[in-house]
């Protein structure tokens, strides 16, 4: 059941980070206009926009890879899980210089936080597992 659980959402999060991934590197600009807050950071950067989605697609892949099999692919899902903080981090630093904090924190929890709340809870649960295989 842990495993069935654990596919299901290294490969459902890996469905979404891929296809804003893949629509960050293929549609930016229509990504920057529909995603909330994104215009509200400053005008449209092609470049910045790719250089972000391909970031998303790596980390996708990596959750996609750790979903097929997950032993091996445990340091991808390390990856994933990193770049998911950091970019939750830089999220909280700009919310708190922001005046409307608490609204930007709440926008942007489904799809910046709960991302890295998940990778690292599947991180948490495999680590978990193997601890206590080893007592």
Known sequence: ??????????????????????????????????????????????????DIGAAYLVAGGALAAFAWRPGPALPALAAAAAFLALHAAIHVADAIASPICGQALARDFPGVFLPALIAFGLMAERFQTKESAHA
């Not at 469905?15 to 449209?44: D, E, H, I, Q």
Request: no cysteine; glycine share 16%.
């Open 1 to 50: 059941m842990r495993r069935a659980i654990e596919i299901v959402l290294a490969g459902g999060l890996a469905v979404l980070l891929s296809g804003n991934g893949l629509a960050m590197l293929f549609a930016g600009r229509w990504w920057y206009g529909v995603v909330p807050g994104v215009p509200t950071t400053g005008p449209f950067n092609a470049h910045f926009v790719k």
